[in-house]
């Protein structure tokens, strides 16, 4: 299970990463392993201020829909439309081109609420 040092996660799945006063968030490998073959990514949200743990969009498999939630307060400014074509990033490469979304963070502070890897592990068996 492919699990990056350098990232911070979610209870939720999610992976973030912080550059400056931006995160860039996607779901984790484990996610992706667990929905398969992901068909259609919904972000409907953009250039919306949403508050953390706030629905952003939903991700969509071929069994089920499941709600993706905001990891950290603030404006979503970019939103991945090569997944609007080729979903399926998400599964192949969920860290690189298969990022959903950026946001523009209104409290830096939330990030310390944040996982670590070795966190994220333990909450999925890894």
Do not use: C
Not at 10 to 16: G, K, L, S
Not at 17 to 31: C, H, L, N, Q, S
Not at 78 to 107: C, H, R, T
């Amino acid at each position: 299970m492919n699990v990056p040092s350098e990232l911070k996660y979610t209870e939720d799945h999610e992976w973030v990463r912080i550059e400056g006063d931006e995160a860039t968030v996607g779901i984790t490998d484990f996610a992706q392993g667990e929905l398969g073959d992901i068909v259609y990514v919904e972000v409907d949200t953009l250039d919306e201020t949403l508050d953390k743990n706030e629905v952003f969009g939903t991700v969509e498999a071929v069994k089920t829909v499941s709600d993706l939630f905001l990891p950290l307060s603030g404006e979503i400014i970019a939103f991945n439309d090569a997944l609007e074509d080729e979903p399926e990033q998400v599964n192949s490469d969920p860290y690189g081109d298969g990022w959903m979304i950026k946001i523009k963070m209104s409290d830096p502070d939330e990030v310390a609420g944040l996982l670590d890897a070795a966190a994220y592990k333990e909450i999925i068996g890894g």
